[in-house]
């Protein structure tokens, strides 16, 4: 595993386990794999509601719970509702502190949600608070009004939507930039593309490990998700292999300057 150091002096693996779309009954045997297959670092959300299921595989693996980075995302809006939330995730996951808390989307009183998790921050509860879907006005609003920082930006980013001016951003700043759908879902048969599985077949790996090893190479955390073991496995081996600045060149160019779910932070 590679880790990356965040502003708060915390490690943070940078390949996790998304869990979106993965139904509450199901999670903890998936998680369970996923934790069998390597992975430590999950990404959850109030809004998956399969937080429980998350914080079920962690105890069931029988790992201390240092060994985990555990993401989770908050839906409310406004500083009571948030406190509220956060006592709730922590009792949903089974800890005492969570890795990284991020609001997931713009919220109309993202200020007094952001206010909660700096106090939960502060308490001890939350080791990293950060943003996700946020444009670049809105961070720099939080960051002239609030004392601790945001340390990760979770964005959509992935070979077709690069986010080049939004990461220029978050090195300015010291945010770590994270990808949402390294794969973009699977939208235009991305792990068919031409140009993927060909430069894949030089390093005998498919298009999906391309693509992860891409957005490591960038410096990137990736979050991709898959509910099948041998995926799991295969989006997991990625680190036995490096790009060439040739190859990272020719995937730069695929960049289309825009989303495919419709964000336009
Ligand atoms: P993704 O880009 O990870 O793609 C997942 C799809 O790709 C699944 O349908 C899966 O079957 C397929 N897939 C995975 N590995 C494959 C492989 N090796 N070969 C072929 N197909 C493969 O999509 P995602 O789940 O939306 O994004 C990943 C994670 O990002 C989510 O689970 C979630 O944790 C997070 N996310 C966050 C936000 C946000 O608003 N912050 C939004 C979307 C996703």
Not at 207 to 216: N, P, S, T
Request: net charge negative; glycine share 8%; with cysteine.
């Amino acid at each position: 595993m590679q880790y990356v150091t965040l502003n708060t002096g915390t490690q943070m693996p940078q390949l996790g386990f998304g869990v979106y779309q993965i139904p509450e009954k199901e999670t903890e045997r998936i998680v369970s794999q996923a934790i069998k297959t390597g992975y430590r670092h999950i990404d959850t959300a109030q809004y998956y509601r399969n937080e429980v299921g998350v914080g079920q595989a962690i105890k069931a693996s029988g790992l201390p719970r240092e060994n985990f980075f555990i993401t989770t995302k908050l839906a409310t809006s406004g500083y009571r509702a948030t406190k509220a939330q956060i006592v709730q995730a922590l009792k949903n996951l089974q800890t005492d502190y969570i890795d990284l808390m991020l609001i997931h989307w713009v919220v109309s009183d993202y200020e007094g949600t952001y206010q909660a998790l700096q106090e939960a921050y502060q308490a001890g509860q939350l080791k990293a608070i950060g943003l996700s879907n946020f444009n670049q006005e809105q961070i720099k609003g939080i960051l002239a009004k609030f004392s601790v920082k945001p340390a990760v930006l979770q964005n959509e980013m992935h070979v077709f939507q690069q986010q080049v001016a939004m990461r220029q951003f978050c090195h300015e700043n010291d945010i770590q930039f994270e990808s949402w759908a390294p794969f973009g879902e699977g939208k235009e048969n991305i792990f068919n593309h031409p140009l993927l599985t060909t430069i894949g077949s030089q390093y005998h790996k498919t298009a999906a490990q391309v693509i992860l090893r891409f957005l490591l190479q960038e410096g990137v955390v990736a979050i991709p998700k898959s509910a099948n073991s041998e995926r799991m496995k295969e989006n997991f081996e990625v680190f036995d292999f490096e790009l060439s600045a040739k190859d990272m060149e020719a995937i730069r160019q695929l960049d289309r300057g825009h989303g495919l779910f419709g964000w336009n932070e």
